[in-house]
């Protein structure tokens, strides 16, 4: 848990001292990481009982918020506000603006990269197993668009059907697996991890990478 903390917070640039503010509730993962590293690095934490779209602008003008952590609801829900309303706050202070979970239409992250900058907009894919990270700024999402990034903790493979690696640019099941040397922290209760062998795991998702290595997203498999 504490390197996972930290990795994010070396990622996001978090600052010392900064402000932090929780837009999800903190029994889901995303919040509670981003909370703790908010801690960790000195920050106050600023707490949304519920999330409404223009109380969280309000909220960032308010305690001059420098990072915050959002999904793509949430994401859509503040760009969908009347304009006025959106554009109403000053959000001047806001330096990382953080999405996880599910992939972001890009449309709206192009939407967001123009209206805040690409430096702000930050992305991070994984699991709340955390076997794998991978993280891409605004910057590098508009030279690979549609693209989760790179592995910054753990290792990803691409594979077919038969279960062989797929070559690059070859759709396939994403297989996953924790830094080597790394104490598995987690297990299943109710169900069991779809394992392939020396550390390698899948949560279902299904994807490609490029040359460059960077993994995109395409569906996943519930099956």
């Not at 038969?162 to 040397?181: F, N, T």
């Amino acid at each position: 848990m504490l390197s996972n903390v930290t990795i994010h917070a070396v990622y996001t640039r978090m600052p010392e001292n900064g402000v932090h503010l929780v837009t999800g509730p903190m029994h889901h993962n995303g919040p509670f990481i981003y909370a703790l590293a908010a801690l960790f690095t000195g920050s106050h934490v600023v707490v949304m009982p519920r999330f409404d779209a223009d109380e969280a602008l309000a909220l960032v003008e308010q305690h001059r918020v420098d990072w915050m952590y959002v999904v793509h609801t949430m994401m859509q829900r503040i760009w969908r506000l009347p304009e006025p309303f959106r554009l109403g706050h000053d959000l001047s202070s806001l330096m990382g603006v953080i999405h996880v979970a599910a992939p972001c239409p890009q449309w709206l992250k192009q939407a967001w990269i123009n209206w805040l900058g690409p430096s702000t907009i930050l992305e991070f894919y994984g699991g709340t197993e955390d076997q794998m990270t991978t993280f891409i700024d605004g910057t590098a999402w508009l030279a690979s668009r549609g693209s989760a990034g790179r592995p910054i903790s753990g290792e990803i493979q691409i594979r077919n059907a038969d279960g062989g690696r797929s070559a690059s640019g070859d759709i396939g099941s994403v297989w996953i697996r924790q830094p080597e040397g790394a104490r598995k922290s987690y297990s299943y209760i109710g169900a069991k991890a779809r394992t392939g062998g020396d550390g390698w795991e899948t949560l279902g998702d299904v994807g490609w990478m490029d040359a460059d290595g960077y993994l995109y997203l395409t569906d996943r498999d519930t099956t």
